[in-house]
């Protein structure tokens, strides 16, 4: 059994879920489409018509990254408005939504409350108290490269129930193993229940080769 990256930028990457670029064509293996806040602003017609249908693909497992981020210079209300829809086409379709949230946890709960389907908050690495509410919700959590250095939040892992958990590369040049190994030792687990118990979290995707 493999290491799955739960969210990925590599798209020849097969075991995980590769994160679809904007207006991209599909790839031959699984991912989530979606539009990031930082795309949000004179978003067209045709924009989101790629959106859902791309998300029709049978290799599509999720909605997403979609989100709100404090940081860039886009306003809110567009990043609201492309996010709401992205929740939407979610419940439609009956996929999960993969969150990207920067300094805006409240407003994303906020809007998420609307949501029918899982939801995943990615590449985690904020304080205790904001990962506490966000699993008052019955979210899920990714976390990544950070869980590698950060005292903090390895502490946050180690009591953060594991059915509740996947694990990721983002972006990062890193080898994942190392991620599955520090988070199996805060856990006192063995390697291969932790990988067992992240892929029988994945039922959420409804992923053929998986369930």
Known sequence: MEFFD??????????????????????????????????SENISEENLLWLEEIAQHKNCVAIGECGLDGLINIPRENQEKIFKFQI??????????????????SQVVSLLKNAEVPV????????????????????????????????NLQQFVEDFPLEKTFLETDSADFNLEMLYL?????????LQDLKNQIYQNLK?????DIL
């Open 6 to 39: 739960f969210h990925h930028h590599q798209p020849e990457k097969k075991n995980g879920i590769y994160n679809l670029n904007f207006l991209e064509t599909t790839t031959e293996n699984y991912f989530s489409a979606g539009i990031h806040p930082n795309k």
């Open 182 to 190: 520090k988070v199996a030792k805060l856990k006192n687990l063995l």
């Open 88 to 105: 939407n086409l979610a419940n439609k379709i009956r996929k999960p939504l993969i969150i990207h949230c920067v300094r805006r946890y």
């Open 204 to 208: 959420i995707f409804n992923i053929p």
């Open 120 to 151: 995943i908050f990615h590449g985690y690495n904020r304080k205790k108290s904001i990962g506490e509410e966000l699993l008052k919700q019955e979210f899920y959590l990714s976390f990544g490269k950070s869980v590698l250095h950060d005292v």
